[in-house]
């Protein structure tokens, strides 16, 4: 099931007259977004360093690993969804100056000259992506994570035909 509308479900059903709990939208998804990048920034703390072995094994057993695998994929989707909401980008939000510093820092780790740029795609590849426009890094670094998010995908369902053709 798609893990969108499997979440709308779960969100429909805690909304109903059975469920006394009431869940905000826009709230759980800033706060999904800021769990996800405050990972991804322990990540790149924690790996970068030269921080103790049994530390760094003890944060991967602990499901680090895992999580990070989740919030590289997920942060943007979080972060365009508050974008694009109603109230737009709160730039004065935890989730925007998260998003703001790990941007930063994916910047300085960006070599201009070894990095493989994808060439624009003809359309955009989430129109929300246009709300990031004005706050330029972070713009730069959603786009790049979005292009490798599909071109990650294109490649496994190019295998997965191929395998299929065998």
């Not at 690993?65 to 994929?73: P, Q, R, W």
């Not at 998260?98 to 941007?103: D, F, K, N, P, Q």
């Not at 990095?115 to 786009?143: F, N, P, W």
Request: charged content about 25%.
């Amino acid at each position: 099931m798609d893990h969108y509308k499997h979440a709308d479900e779960q969100s429909r059903f805690l909304q109903t007259s059975s469920s006394n709990l009431v869940i905000n939208e826009q709230e759980a998804l800033q706060e999904h977004g800021i769990a996800t990048i405050t990972c991804l920034l322990s990540g790149l703390e924690v790996f970068s360093k030269t921080s103790e072995e049994q530390t760094k094994y003890l944060r991967v057993v602990k499901g680090l690993h895992g999580l990070h695998v989740y919030a590289t994929e997920y942060w943007t989707e979080y972060l365009l969804s508050h974008a694009a909401s109603a109230g737009g980008l709160d730039t004065n939000s935890s989730l925007f100056a998260l998003a703001y510093r790990l941007a930063d820092r994916l910047e300085e780790t960006v070599n201009p000259t070894t990095t493989k740029e994808v060439d624009s795609e003809s359309r955009m590849l989430d129109e929300r992506l246009i709300t990031l426009r004005q706050y330029i890094t972070l713009y730069r670094q959603v786009e790049r994570a979005l292009k490798a998010r599909s071109l990650k995908r294109l490649e496994a369902e190019l295998l997965q035909e191929h395998g299929k053709s065998h």
